[in-house]
C-alpha cells in the first residue's frame, strides 16, 4: 500500500480555494499531492462526469463548485489506494487510482452475504417506506456500510476492500415526491447534527446538497438516517449518493 511513505492528514478542513468541509469522522488520512498533469486530468474528466447529465445541469454546477475540495480527496485516494500511486482518471486500468459517480453496488450489495449465499448485487437504490419518522437509509448503528466488505466477495475485482473512497457532495431522487426531510449522517465514530433536506428540483429528479463532502476513507464505515415526512404507506422513494467514488481501475472498469 502506497499509504506507508505517505503523509497523513486528519479532516474536516476547508481545502484551499474551496469554501467546503470535508467531513470524515476525524479519520487519519494518507495523501499525495497530485501532480500538474493529474490535476489537469482531474479537472477534465470531473467536467465529464457532469456532462452525463445532459438534462441536469444543476448536477454539473454541484460537481464543478466542489472541484477544488474533491481534487483534495483525489490527493488522499491516491495515497491510500493500492500499490500504483497514478491517478488517471477515467482512463485508469489495473491498479492506477481513477474516479466514476457513486453506484448502489458499491454501497448497497454486502459481500458477506453474497460470499455464502451467492446472491446478486443490488444496483437500485429504491427503498419503500411504511411509516413516518426516522429510519435507516443507507446502513445502521449495528450495521454500518463498511468499505471492506461491501462489494461482491466472490468476485475480488468487485470487492472494496483496500481499493475505495467516498466522497458525498449531495442527495437525490428522481421519485416524484421524495420522502427524507431530514438526515444525520454517523461516520466513522462520529455522530453528525441533524440536517434539514431543502429537495430543489432539476429537470426530472430532485437533489439537496450536504453541509460538506461526505467522505468516507479506505476501509471506512458510515450510516445515515432519515426523518420521513410525510409519508406514504408503502411509499416508494430513492434517495441516491451523489458523489465520487475512487478507486483502482480493475475495480471501475469492471462491469
Excluded: C
Excluded at 127 to 133: E, H, I, N, V
Excluded at 181 to 204: F, S
Amino acid at each position: 500500500m502506497s499509504s506507508s511513505s505517505a503523509p497523513y492528514q486528519t479532516l474536516p478542513t476547508t481545502p484551499p480555494g474551496s469554501t467546503t468541509d470535508i467531513i470524515n469522522g476525524n479519520s487519519k488520512i494518507a495523501t499525495i499531492p497530485l501532480t500538474g498533469a493529474e490535476q489537469t486530468t482531474f479537472k477534465r474528466d470531473l467536467s465529464r462526469i457532469g456532462s452525463m447529465y445532459a438534462l441536469q445541469r444543476p448536477l454539473y454546477d454541484l460537481l464543478m463548485s466542489d472541484a477544488d475540495a474533491l481534487m483534495s480527496i483525489a490527493s488522499l485516494a491516491k495515497g491510500s489506494i493500492g500499490t500504483n500511486p497514478t491517478f488517471t482518471g477515467l482512463l485508469a486500468s489495473g491498479n492506477e487510482i481513477g474516479m466514476q459517480l457513486i453506484r448502489a453496488p458499491t454501497i448497497l450489495s454486502n459481500n458477506t452475504q453474497n460470499n455464502s449465499a451467492k446472491a446478486a448485487p443490488v444496483y437500485s437504490w429504491v427503498q419503500t417506506y411504511t411509516a413516518s419518522g426516522w429510519t435507516n437509509v443507507f446502513g445502521s448503528a449495528t450495521s454500518y456500510v463498511d468499505l471492506s466488505s461491501t462489494g461482491i466477495a466472490t468476485y475480488s475485482v468487485t470487492n472494496t476492500q483496500n481499493i475505495v473512497m467516498l466522497a458525498v457532495i449531495a442527495l437525490l431522487d428522481p421519485t416524484p415526491s421524495p420522502q427524507l426531510q431530514e438526515v444525520r449522517w454517523h461516520v466513522q465514530n462520529v455522530d453528525y447534527p441533524v440536517q434539514p433536506i431543502a429537495w430543489q428540483q432539476a429537470t426530472d429528479l430532485y437533489y439537496a446538497k450536504l453541509q460538506g463532502i461526505y467522505t468516507i476513507p479506505v476501509n471506512g464505515r458510515f450510516y445515515m438516517r432519515g426523518n420521513v415526512q410525510p409519508s406514504t404507506t408503502g411509499g416508494i422513494d430513492q434517495t441516491e449518493l451523489f458523489g465520487l467514488a475512487f478507486s483502482t481501475g480493475n475495480y471501475l472498469t469492471y462491469e
